[in-house]
């Protein structure tokens, strides 16, 4: 089984995602993870997603989708998978088929996704200051809402209510594939 998780910074995709990672048998992976790891890589490529990230900058489209793609090549992820932060705009989601039959979009408010983020267990990561989260809270309405539509007009889209306690939005999740 091939999930896509969507939803605001602070929504609970990671928490969500290690739960359905334990309950279905297949692994959690952010594009974060995939990044930082072939960053690590002495290749060619890994070389230009150090230097990008480090930069500052983001992977464009074309060259996320394939880094992407080529990751999931890995034999641990032939049974499936849960995805997180990929696709992030519809050009992405339109590349990026790959068999997944569910995109769940869990939905907060951005008020809920701030009280989140700030209350996380103090362990403030360098891309949670206030502008950061502003500037991905904006990004997301511009760029993410949209790859919302996209799944939605395929009927692959599954909206979750992400304001309830993580024991029932893993519940509805569960409910909503049919597990």
């Known amino acids: 089984m091939k999930i896509i998780l969507i939803g605001i910074q602070g929504a609970g995709k990671s928490t969500q995602g290690n739960i359905l990672s334990e309950k279905l048998g297949i692994p959690y992976l ?3 993870h995939i990044f930082r790891e072939m960053a690590k890589e002495k290749s060619k490529l890994g070389r230009y997603i150090k230097e990008t990230m480090n930069a500052g900058y983001l992977i464009p489209d074309d060259k996320t989708v394939e880094i992407v793609k ?3 090549e890995k ?4 049974k499936g998978y849960i ?8 050009a992405q989601a339109h590349a990026f088929e790959n068999g997944a039959k569910k995109a769940i979009y869990l939905k907060v408010t951005d008020e809920e996704a701030l009280k989140r983020i700030s209350f996380r267990n103090g362990n403030e990561r ?3 200051t206030p502008a950061a989260i502003a500037k991905r809270i904006e990004s997301f309405h511009i760029h993410t809402e ?3 539509d996209y799944y939605r007009q395929k009927g692959m889209l599954v909206e979750i209510d ?3 306690s993580i024991e029932e939005i893993s519940k509805d999740i569960l409910r909503s594939i049919g597990k």
């Open 30 to 32: 952010s594009t974060g």
């Open 70 to 72: 080529k990751y999931l």
């Open 75 to 78: 034999p641990e992820y032939a």
């Open 83 to 90: 995805i997180d932060g990929f696709p992030r705009t519809v």
């Open 126 to 128: 360098a891309d949670e």
């Open 146 to 148: 949209p790859a919302i």
């Open 162 to 164: 992400g304001e309830k």
